[in-house]
């Protein structure tokens, strides 16, 4: 089946512990995106991958960083999270830019 | 700022009734999404629309491009519990190659 799968779903963590969320697709596509969900702010992209090595920064990138050292994986990582990175986090992947993106099922994050 | 706009933000009404919702912009784009999102699920993709006045439909949702391809609208025909969820509308604006997304409309219909 088709997918992307992220990890963890849900963390509670507290201010400045570095925490990784992994995101992996079986689609071999070459574009991966991180976005951060915040209500009434719809999807905001945080950084982006257009394939492997190749990472650039989105509309939000500040205190996150990323890496695609393989095709299939793009993990998002945050290396002394604050509260106000508390949001819900999404992957996604696509065969371009600005085709279809297919997203995963999301990351809770809360950070106290 | 959002490029794309989308109203109303919130919308609960009946099962059986009919809603439209906008997807509005003074951009022009080359082409325009419509995502749905139900709680717990990332958002999936329901329908793409690139030529100004194209109409699409999908069952019971009718989805409109403007003909200056600057707005879009999706229109519900009577409703049912199974259409709540969070409608995302996304466009590529004409010259650049970034996809951006309205802020959503929260959509339930009560039973």
């Known amino acids: 089946e088709a997918q992307v799968t992220q990890n963890p779903r849900y963390l509670i963590t507290v201010t400045g512990k570095k925490l990784t969320v992994t995101c992996s697709q079986n689609?071999?596509?070459?574009?991966m995106s991180w976005y951060r969900q915040d209500p009434g702010l719809g999807l905001r992209q945080i950084y982006y991958s257009m394939n492997v090595e190749v990472t650039d920064k989105g509309d939000v990138p500040e205190g996150y960083k990323v890496s695609r050292k393989e095709k299939r994986n793009f993990p998002l990582i945050l290396e002394s999270p604050s509260p106000n990175q508390t949001s819900l986090y999404f992957c996604?992947?696509?065969?371009?830019?600005?085709?279809?993106?297919?997203f995963g099922p999301g990351t809770r994050l809360t950070v106290l | 700022t959002q490029l794309l706009e989308q109203s109303p933000q919130f919308l609960s009404i009946q099962e059986g009734e009919n809603l439209t919702v906008y997807c509005n912009s003074s951009s022009v784009f080359s082409s325009l999404q419509w995502y749905r999102q139900e709680p717990g699920e990332g958002p999936v993709l329901l329908v793409t629309v690139v030529t100004g006045g194209e109409v699409k439909k999908l069952k019971r949702l009718t989805f409109q491009f403007g003909d200056a391809r600057k707005d879009s609208s999706l229109h519900i025909t009577a409703a049912q519990p199974g259409d709540t969820g969070l409608y995302l509308c996304?466009?590529?604006?004409?010259?650049?190659?970034?996809?951006?997304f309205g802020q959503g409309t929260r959509l339930t219909i009560n039973p």
């Open positions: 689609m071999n596509h070459e574009y």
């Open positions: 996604a992947s696509s065969p371009n830019q600005v085709g279809t993106q297919y």
């Open positions: 996304a466009g590529v604006m004409v010259g650049a190659q970034k996809l951006v």
